[in-house]
Each structure stands twice: as C-alpha cells, then as structure tokens.
T-cell receptor
C-alpha cells in the first residue's frame, strides 16, 4: 500500500519551475508528507517534509492542500542536476518511536537544456 | 557529515548461498530499515528495527531475516539466496518519529546483488 499516487514522468526546461504533483487521499491527520529524490545509482536523498502548512527550504517548496489530500513539490529554478526520480511519501509513526516511510513508484523528472 | 555505509556496492552470489548485507550508520539513530528496489516497483520495505535486538517485518520479509546486535549496525540475511532476490538493496536510518522536529531518513548508496 503505497498511499501516494504520482505521474510516472514529467519534464521541465532548465531555469523554469518544476511542479511535481502527488495525491495522498487516504492520509491520516498525524501522517507527514515527505519528498525524496533519487539520482541514478545513488540512494534516495531527503528534500522536504510537511504536515499541513506549506514549507520551504533551500532546495524546494512544498504546498499541501487544505484537505491534505494532495501536495505539490516545487523546484523554483530547475537545473540539469535536478534530473532524478522524485518520491512522494507518507510517513507513518507508531507510538513515539517509529518513522516508517511508504514509497510509491515516483516521478521521473527530466530537465532539458 | 552524516553517513550510512553499506559494505558492498556490487555483489554476485550463487543460488543457495547464505548472503549477508551489512549496514552501518554513524548518527546514533534508533531506527534502521532495509528496502529492495526493483524496476517499476519502487522501494519496498523488507524489515525495520527501532532499537537494538528489536525487529519488525515490512511488506516483503519472506526469504530474509535481520540482525541488530548493536545500535549502529543492521544486517540483512538471505538464508538461501534465490534468483528472484536479485535486486538493489538500500539501507536507511532515522531518529525516532515524534521526538524530534526533523526526522528525515538517510540512505546508503545501495548494494546491487545478483544471484546466479
């Protein structure tokens, strides 16, 4: 049960904003949304996470809808090095100790010159 | 610089062999995870551990076992390797879920295992 749905692929011109959508319609009130990316032949890398407020860091912005059923990851100025598979993940915590990540199949983002 | 280290990048084993995949983290994290990644299937959780000597099954534990004798080390064991266990194996660690604000998971580089 992946808990998230993403388009299998997207592309974006270098320098433009890349907007990656994700549906998580069955998310529960205390489950976080995480985004990771995986560049070919490397392990996944953390990008950003949020619960219900929009979040921004040096890598990206995360916009979560008010009903929390979907979110969008925004890379404001995509570069060729942003070409990767992007995973939208729901994190489930049991009690106070565990952070299990449910990975979907991800979106292959290709940034072209 | 935080680090999750997997003992091998590439491994080739024969059918029926007992295979050990080792993972070590230097961040004093309580949680550790083993995933396998296959084309078109994304990452699937095999086993995870939230403390020394504690383990829980993930989504696809059949054919695997794990060992966590020390906090920094989490081993994945293929008791009798089969060709359908040819895959990329990824180890990850993270701090506890609710107790800290930033609870991202850190991944190793992966071990590409081929069973022939």
């Amino acid at each position: 049960d992946a808990k998230t749905t993403q388009p299998p692929s997207m592309d974006c011109a270098e320098g433009r904003a890349a907007n990656l959508p994700c549906n998580h319609s069955t998310i529960s009130g205390n489950e976080y949304v995480y985004w990771y990316r995986q560049i070919h032949s490397q392990g996944p890398q953390y990008i950003i996470h949020g619960l219900k407020n929009n979040e921004t860091n040096e890598m990206a912005s995360l916009i979560i809808t008010e009903d929390r059923k979907s979110s969008t990851l925004i890379l404001p100025h995509a570069t060729l090095r942003d070409t990767a598979v992007y995973y939208c993940i729901v994190r489930v915590d049991r009690g106070s100790t565990l952070g299990r990540l449910y990975f979907g199949r991800g979106t292959q983002l290709t940034v072209w010159p | 610089d935080v680090k999750v280290t997997q003992s091998s990048r590439y491994l080739v084993k024969r059918t029926g062999e007992k295979v050990f995949l080792e993972c070590v983290q230097d961040m004093d994290h309580e949680n550790m995870f083993w995933y396998r990644q296959d084309p078109g299937l994304g990452l699937r959780l095999i086993y995870f551990s939230y403390d020394v000597k504690m383990k829980e099954k993930g989504d696809i534990p059949e054919g695997y076992s794990v060992s966590r004798e020390k906090k920094e080390r989490f081993s994945l064991i293929l008791e009798s390797a089969s060709t359908n266990q040819t895959s990329m194996y990824l180890c990850a660690s993270s701090p506890p879920g609710i107790l800290r604000i930033n609870t991202e998971a850190f991944f190793g580089q992966g071990t590409r295992l081929t069973v022939v």
